[in-house]
């Protein structure tokens, strides 16, 4: 039986948003795949996650405010930057995800922070205009891209991974984005 890692979460009852990766996969620096317990390795290790926590803090939100999981949960043969499949697995496993996070919050009020750009483009739907990152963090696009626009139907919000993304650097759109979840 394949592992997969699970969610992170610490009270369902009380999260403040999901935070999306794309998949588990990662190697070690001899190229060996890395294996979790938790997505993003959560229950052990702070470091795959430290940037993306870092943006959630900026929001005045915890690491006991969250739901962590990843778009697809089975591990893969390559990170998904190198993965020629990964859209196609990407889009067939977005009901799975939508119907997770609706079991979880039925309202679909609580938004979805999209760790990266990748999952952007796979979840909007395809006849909406898709913005570049540069544009949606300098707020030259709508935020949050709403629950019609995309296929989990939820609000969704660049919050990537990448250092260029880090809040600290884009005060004007972590103040905005905050203001809006208040």
Known sequence: MEHFPKPYCENQAAIKAFVLGCDPTAFDKNGKRLSFDYVFDLDNDLRYFAGVLRNLEFLDIFLKDIFVQNLVIKYQEQETSKNKGWKVLALNVIPERKKEFDAIDNSK????????????????????????????YNLKAPVPISPDQNLLQRPLFPLYRYF???????????????????
């Open 164 to 182: 260029r993304y880090k809040l600290d650097k884009h005060s004007t759109y972590a103040n905005y984005v905050k203001t809006l979840l208040r």
């Open 109 to 136: 009020q609580v938004p979805v922070f999209l760790t990266s750009e990748v999952l952007y483009k796979v979840l909007l739907l395809p006849n909406e205009v898709e913005y570049k990152a540069f544009e949606l």
